[in-house]
């Protein structure tokens, strides 16, 4: 009997009694004689509590099913347990696989950046080579012109000179020639002849002031193609130096957590005569704080900007005491 069995058989015995003493009861107390009879003294049933040992097969059943259950628990415990440490390994494996794409991707991007800037600035250099070899090719020719121009000019100058030289030798050897003749009309001759001599010499001399005056003008007129010149060539240097400084700053940039791209940032700079960096701020978000501060910390990283120490004080107050740039790290 297992012990199921064991632990219905003292109750069911216990109601058994109980009901034999309340029947017995009952027909004592509704017979007869009862109301003659003095009551029987009351009986006092003491209950017995019995107890019935487990066999050894039950134990045995018991225990193996216990070490079963237990077995069981046991496996299921480490079947979860793996289950976690496979998912717990697997999102490891997960993030970083994640992690080495994302610094593949952004070395990648930075490496075609740095590939594209150099791109672009050797083409700029070229154009700019070009350029410059293009307009001291148009300033030689233009000074080649000058001076033949004034080649020109003092030859008609000294051949002018020469004729009127000529003319006045001349005027001269004729009016010798004519003092020793004979003429009656002398003095009418000689008035004539010195109011000749007056308007030759007067248009001689207009001449020479027309050709002065033309020879100052031109000479205006290349001083001022010069300073055009100049200029241009200034701010080309102006603008070279700003693209320096701005690949240096893209260079120096390292990238925001989670940079979406497309963003741009507007920055004011404020530089000493030396170089050096005396203050940036945002003077136009991105709208993105990471990526603004970002700018801000990779203009402060490649400072001093050596570069503008080549200019004048007019052209460094000009361009460079205060200017702004634009900041997109694709461009």
Not at 157 to 172: H, Q
Request: charged content about 40%; hydrophobic content about 45%.
């Amino acid at each position: 009997m297992d012990r199921r069995g064991e632990n219905l058989v003292r109750p069911l015995l216990l109601a058994i009694c109980l009901h034999i003493v309340l029947i017995s009861t009952f027909f004592i107390a509704v017979s007869p004689e009862a109301k003659t009879i003095t009551p029987p003294p009351v009986v006092v049933i003491h209950a017995t509590e019995l107890t019935f040992a487990p066999s050894a097969a039950a134990e045995a059943r018991a225990r193996k099913r216990a070490a079963e259950e237990e077995q069981k628990r046991r496996e299921a415990e480490e079947k979860r347990r793996q289950q976690v440490a496979k998912k717990k390994a697997e999102a490891e494996a997960k993030k970083k696989a994640e992690a080495e794409a994302k610094k593949k991707a952004e070395a990648e991007a930075k490496k075609k950046a740095e590939a594209e800037a150099k791109r672009k600035l050797e083409t700029k250099k070229k154009a700019e080579a070009e350029a410059k070899k293009k307009a001291e090719a148009e300033a030689k020719r233009k000074l080649e012109a000058k001076r033949k121009a004034e080649a020109k000019q003092a030859a008609a100058i000294a051949e002018a000179e020469a004729k009127r030289k000529a003319d006045e030798a001349a005027r001269a050897e004729a009016l010798k020639e004519k003092v020793k003749a004979p003429d009656p009309d002398k003095k009418e001759v000689l008035a004539k002849e010195r109011q000749d001599k007056e308007k030759t010499l007067e248009k001689a001399f207009e001449q020479a002031e027309a050709e002065a005056r033309a020879l100052d003008e031109l000479k205006k007129k290349e001083e001022a193609e010069l300073a055009v010149l100049n200029a241009l060539a200034s701010e080309r240097a102006a603008a070279n130096v700003l693209d320096a400084m701005t690949t240096r700053i893209t260079r120096a940039w390292r990238r925001p957590v989670a940079f979406a791209g497309g963003l741009e940032v507007y920055l004011r700079m404020a530089l000493a005569s030396n170089g050096e960096l005396v203050d940036v701020r945002v003077v136009k978000s991105s709208g993105d704080v990471l990526f603004d501060r970002s700018a801000l910390t990779a203009v402060k990283r490649a400072a001093p900007f050596d570069e503008v120490k080549k200019f004048d004080a007019a052209t460094f107050e000009e361009k460079f005491r205060s200017l702004t740039v634009k900041f997109r790290p694709e461009d």
